[in-house]
């Protein structure tokens, strides 16, 4: 018994040893398979993986004034995307959703963003005539430069499988997108936006519906939004979307077609700080499946721009300035009947020991909604609403630039303050006769600023020569663009030069004429503004710019603080140039002024230069004044202009009391 036992046991063992045996060859085997048969079958299936960056984009900075009230902000937006990892690659399934994504925007009026030149009714046409937008269109498309909007609209039916079942109008809702998400280069690194700040409750419907819409998402993001729009739009400007004549030199910092940029104004000025830092989004996928995420780098929002503008005195200054225009009618007199309807004008105010912009106002004028809304509308509205003509408007200066006159004189030593010339109303000037408005006999200089008399400052034309009035003005700023942040005209000088430049006749008659800025001499607003602030500043000329500092993006933190900057010095060899300057300028402010717009009772005295001038010859003229206050301790400098009108000097005032106003608030 106990021997059977043995044999059972010993061939037990033995059936043991063969099936491990068996299990290692066959474990060989498949080792073996695996790594020399099918190694290559093996090597591919593993790389299913695919990696992929998204660009995450960064919240574009704010735009406030000088006490930090918004004047361009951002609220939270939604908006509707396609998202490359879970939109069908699949063409027809994909139309399918595109149809019913735009079938539900077109429901909550809202619009895909597109951009396809072509008409969305048939007989198809093309919208546009720029060639370069035609032809670059038929390159994409791979079309001759002979194709037609049909042929256009039938290759992206063809290329992307828009179905014959759909209607005319749905081929070319579906031709549109898909267009844009060419141009936009839709691909697994770049997500689409297919429209713009949703209603909330069109968030809810598509979150219901996502299951139908794949790959349609919702994103909420920064939406550009509008606090004031009446505070210096045109220097404001705007941002939009990069064109294709931008992307190449834009793709090069960065950009992708699908970001916003800055078009004009502070927003293009600073947009490098505006713009922000976009971060990037890592993806892994097998089989089109996405099995994992990571910021790889993390938004980094935009910085904020404080200006030097404060909101409350801009909207003075605007008011200021229109009221003027709207009741000029009721300061006329024997003198101004003659006078059209007045209708355009400019004040630019600054602050006279940093040359920063605190208010700046044009007429006529828009807001930036309506920029938005209709820029059309604009662009046919009487009277150039879109021209800023404190920096883009061109006027002859008149007698306002005899301080400039006055300062070369006295530093060249050609006068001093006590020096006489004679008026006796008319001058003989070689075989021309010149004439003043009075009779002042003998006159020197703070009286010759005082009555502004023609005579005594033809008188040091002759002796300063053309050359040396064009270099006070060029000193002064003159014929030059000022370095604002958002530009300007640098306008011209009335010399030799200019008027070869323009195929004019120069006589020597006309530097006496561009000694009382009655030449074919243009400046704007603004550089008279400087002109002012420089004669506050007894010569020291400081560059005029608008934007004060630059911020984190929420205010916590000062990036840069903007600094004076002195952009010219007048070498002052007469120590009482601007004594005497100031004082004539002084005894200009108290004549002539009723009591309604007097200057003599601020408390204060006020420095002040006005000026006609004559344009055309029908009698027409404009209204300009310069100045700063208070005269002993310059605060604010200042320059104006009524086209067409008289008296923009009642406004002074008004400036004055509004920048106390203003004044009061800081404290």
Not at 2 to 27: D, H, N, Q, T
Not at 36 to 65: C, F, K, M, P, W
Not at 207 to 230: C, F, H, P, V, W
Not at 253 to 280: F, P, W
Request: hydrophobic share 35%.
């Amino acid at each position: 018994m106990k021997r059977k036992k043995s044999i059972i046991f010993y061939i037990k063992v033995i059936f043991a040893i063969l099936i491990i045996v068996c299990a290692f060859c066959l474990c060989t085997y498949r080792l073996m398979k695996i790594q020399i048969v099918n190694s290559q079958s093996y090597t591919e299936r593993a790389d299913v993986i695919y990696h992929y960056s998204q660009v995450l984009s960064a919240t574009r900075g704010e735009i406030v004034d000088i006490n930090g009230t918004p004047i361009i902000e951002n609220k939270i937006g939604y908006n509707v995307i396609i998202s490359p990892d879970m939109f069908p690659e699949n063409n027809i399934e994909g139309n399918a959703i595109l149809l019913e994504i735009c079938n539900f925007l077109e429901s909550i009026s809202v619009e895909p963003e597109e951009t396809l030149p072509i008409s969305v009714e048939q007989p198809y046409t093309f919208t546009t005539e720029d060639e370069d937008t035609l032809n670059d269109l038929k390159s994409k498309l791979k079309l001759n430069v002979y194709a037609t909007a049909e042929n256009c609209i039938d290759r992206l039916i063809d290329t992307y499988d828009i179905s014959p079942e759909y209607t005319p109008w749905q081929q070319r809702r579906i031709a549109g997108i898909r267009y844009e998400m060419m141009l936009r280069g839709f691909s697994m690194s770049n997500r689409f936006t297919l429209a713009k700040d949703i209603p909330l409750e069109a968030v809810t419907k598509i979150k219901e519906n996502n299951m139908t819409l794949q790959g349609i998402d919702i994103a909420e993001e920064g939406i550009r939004s509008i606090a004031q729009g009446d505070i210096i739009p045109h220097e404001i400007g705007s941002v939009g979307p990069i064109y294709a004549d931008e992307y190449e030199e834009l793709a090069e910092q960065g950009y992708d077609l699908d970001d916003t940029v800055g078009k004009s104004g502070i927003e293009r000025a600073m947009e490098k700080y505006l713009r922000g830092k976009d971060g990037v989004k890592s993806l892994s996928l097998i089989d089109g499946e996405v099995i994992s995420t990571k910021i790889e780098t993390p938004v980094e929002s935009g910085n904020t721009i404080k200006l030097t503008v404060d909101s409350t005195f801009q909207k003075d200054l605007q008011k200021i300035l229109e009221n003027f225009i709207k009741n000029f009618d009721s300061l006329r007199d024997s003198r101004t009947t003659k006078l059209g309807k007045v209708t355009n004008g400019a004040i630019v105010v600054l602050d006279a020991k940093t040359a920063g912009v605190l208010g700046m106002a044009t007429c006529p004028t828009y807001t930036l909604q309506e920029y938005d809304e209709d820029y059309e509308k604009l662009l046919k509205r009487d009277n150039d609403p879109l021209v800023n003509r404190a920096t883009m408007g061109l006027y002859q200066p008149g007698s306002s630039f005899k301080t400039i006159t006055a300062t070369a004189g006295m530093n060249e030593g050609i006068v001093t303050g006590e020096s006489n010339f004679y008026c006796g109303r008319d001058y003989q000037f070689k075989d021309v006769k010149f004439s003043c408005l009075g009779a002042h006999g003998d006159i020197a200089l703070v009286d010759a600023l005082k009555y502004s008399c023609n005579i005594y400052f033809y008188k040091m034309a002759e002796q300063l020569t053309i050359d040396r009035i064009s270099k006070y003005a060029t000193l002064y700023g003159l014929g030059q663009n000022t370095g604002i942040e958002t530009g300007d005209l640098a306008g011209y000088i009335a010399n030799p030069e200019t008027y070869a430049k323009n195929d004019w006749e120069w006589t020597v008659g006309n530097v006496l004429q561009a000694a009382i800025g009655q030449a074919n001499v243009a400046v704007t607003p603004l550089q008279m503004a400087v002109v002012a602030n420089t004669i506050a500043n007894e010569g020291v000329r400081y560059k005029p710019h608008l934007v004060d500092s630059i911020w984190d993006y929420n205010m916590e933190k000062c990036i840069e603080k903007i600094k004076p900057t002195v952009a010219a010095t007048i070498d002052v060899i007469n120590d009482s140039v601007y004594s005497y300057i100031e004082s004539g300028m002084i005894a200009a402010a108290n004549t002539n002024y009723p009591d309604k717009y007097s200057l003599s009772n601020l408390g204060y005295d006020v420095a002040v230069k006005t000026g006609t001038p004559q344009r055309g010859s029908n009698g027409e003229q404009d209204s300009f004044f310069i100045g700063y206050a208070p005269a002993d301790d310059p605060q604010i400098a200042f320059a104006g202009v009524i086209e067409g009108g008289e008296y923009s000097k009642y406004m002074i005032r008004d400036i004055l009391k509004a920048y106390e106003r203003y004044q009061s608030r800081a404290k």
